[in-house]
């Protein structure tokens, strides 16, 4: 079975960095493209960032662009996201997730449980 | 970017009830919709891909429909466990917006 792991979601201050990971394990992970997607407390999803398998094709949300960087690591199955420049609207729930579709343009297959980031003083 | 219109916003519906949930988008994306199942704490599940292919597993009293700008889901026949919140999403671009989310509670 599909099995997504997240972890590194913790409370940080405005202007701070993060660094989340997503240990894939059930499918081949060098196969398929990855994202990121997030949800602020009670409201609605969002996506984040696109990595194709061999980290080619990169993609970001113009809301994290520039302060985002989406990364993988084929051979040890993990997929990072490193949050550089937080803001108190980065406050959510990340959820990585299997990628359905072609060249970044794809639906959400798999999901993890998700990792909860905080910004705030 | 796309937007994706979502309505409605809460629905209050009894068990048995056949609910259809509307999503409507801001330009032609053809076939290019999913649709997912979120319930409180836990991570979404797609439901229906490619506007009306439902995803193996997924109980066939979901149903999807559309093309263009506009598609909806159909619960056939609501159940307990279908009370959640419901989600559509285009995937016509790279951004893959969302819709606001739509939340079926019991009447």
């Known amino acids: 079975d599909v099995k997504l792991v997240e972890s590194g979601g913790k409370s940080a201050e405005p202007g701070g960095s993060l660094r989340l990971a997503c240990e894939a394990s059930g499918f081949t992970f060098s196969s398929y493209a990855m994202n990121w997607v997030r949800q602020a407390p009670g409201k609605g999803l969002e996506w984040v960032s696109y990595?194709?398998?061999?980290?080619?094709?990169?993609y970001y949300a113009d809301s994290v662009k520039g302060r985002f960087t989406v990364s993988r690591d084929n051979g040890k199955n993990l997929l990072f996201l490193q949050m550089n420049g937080l803001r108190a609207e980065d406050t959510a729930t990340y959820f990585c997730?299997?990628?359905?579709?072609?060249?970044?343009?794809?639906?959400?297959?798999?999901w993890g449980q998700g990792s909860l980031v905080s910004v705030s003083s | 970017d796309i937007q994706m219109t979502q309505s409605p916003s809460t629905l209050s519906a009894s068990v048995g009830d056949r609910v259809t949930i509307t999503c409507r988008a801001s330009?032609?994306?053809?076939?290019?919709v999913a649709w997912y199942q979120q319930k409180p704490g836990k991570a979404p599940k797609v439901l229906i891909y490619?506007?009306?292919s439902l995803n193996s597993g997924v109980s066939s009293n979901f149903s999807g429909s559309g093309s263009g700008t506009d598609f909806s889901l159909t619960i056939s026949s609501l159940q307990p466990d279908d009370f959640a919140t419901y989600y559509c999403q285009e995937y016509a671009t790279f951004s893959r917006s969302f819709g606001q989310g739509t939340k079926v509670q019991i009447k």
């Open positions: 490619k506007a009306s």
């Open positions: 990595i194709s398998s061999g980290s080619s094709i990169i």
């Open positions: 330009q032609s994306i053809d076939i290019w």
């Open positions: 997730t299997t990628d359905r579709g072609v060249a970044g343009r794809g639906y959400f297959d798999d």
